[in-house]
């Protein structure tokens, strides 16, 4: 239901590309890692992904599992809530692990929080947490980079500005982009967490290249198929 939502309402509130390195294939039990910077941003890659014929379990802030109606959703979908702080918080990544050894994708957000600015200005994927390294140890699984800009034009600063944004949006229809660079295998512990980081930024700058019409390519491939929207 998640993915069918973002892809209805995305199209609606902004002009949605997507772009993929040559060659990327989505092998099941991988892990996307992608940049956060928006609330706006989930619905954004989801309907990307969804173009691309892929629906992940979402790993997301337990928050959300309160909310009416989404929260029985996400329950029934297999989405992963994550309860930072709490004695709980282990159990995201052994839910994780289960779900990509079913041969799901699941996708995470390793900065693990929103940017704390209030423009809408991009910028590099901020210092990624443990938990993306933690679940590539426990399972040995390739990690996909999923860069995606521009979506701080939708929703972005203070509550005021992000409810300002959200209703002007559909008039607006900012142009949005996603980009998803080539499969890493994080193999050496020590910079685990520093090489998927390069890997989401370089498939970040790319997305950012498409918004400004100058595409800069990561160290992956040229882009070799492309869906826009």
């Known amino acids: 239901m998640l993915s069918r939502l973002a892809e209805a309402l995305t199209p609606v509130v902004g002009r949605l590309t997507v772009t993929v390195d040559a060659g990327v294939d989505f092998a099941p039990g991988s892990v ?11 619905a954004v890659v989801l309907a990307a992904l969804r173009r691309l014929g892929v629906e992940p379990v979402v790993m997301a802030t337990a928050g959300l599992w309160r909310v009416p109606v989404l929260g029985r959703a996400l329950v029934r979908e297999g989405h992963i809530p994550v309860r930072r702080g709490d004695r709980r918080a282990a159990e995201a990544l052994n839910d994780a692990a289960a779900a990509l050894g079913r041969g799901r994708l699941v996708l995470i957000y390793a900065e693990g929080r929103l940017p ?18 933690r679940l590539v140890h426990l399972t ?12 701080r034009r939708i929703s972005s600063g203070s509550t005021v500005k992000q409810l300002a944004g959200a209703v002007t949006a559909p008039l607006r229809r900012p142009a949005l982009h996603v980009h998803v660079g080539t499969p890493v295998v994080l193999a050496d512990e020590r910079r685990r967490t520093a090489d998927a980081r390069a890997a989401v930024t370089a498939a970040w700058r790319t997305a950012v290249g498409h918004l400004d019409g100058t ?15």
């Open 32 to 42: 996307i890692a992608a940049n956060h910077t928006s609330l706006a941003d989930p």
């Open 116 to 133: 704390l600015r209030a423009d809408v200005a991009e910028a590099a994927p901020e210092a990624f947490r443990s938990g993306l390294s």
């Open 140 to 151: 040995g699984a390739p990690v996909i980079p999923l860069g995606q800009a521009g979506a």
């Open 215 to 229: 595409p800069r390519s990561g160290p992956s491939p040229a882009s070799a198929r492309a869906a826009g929207g």
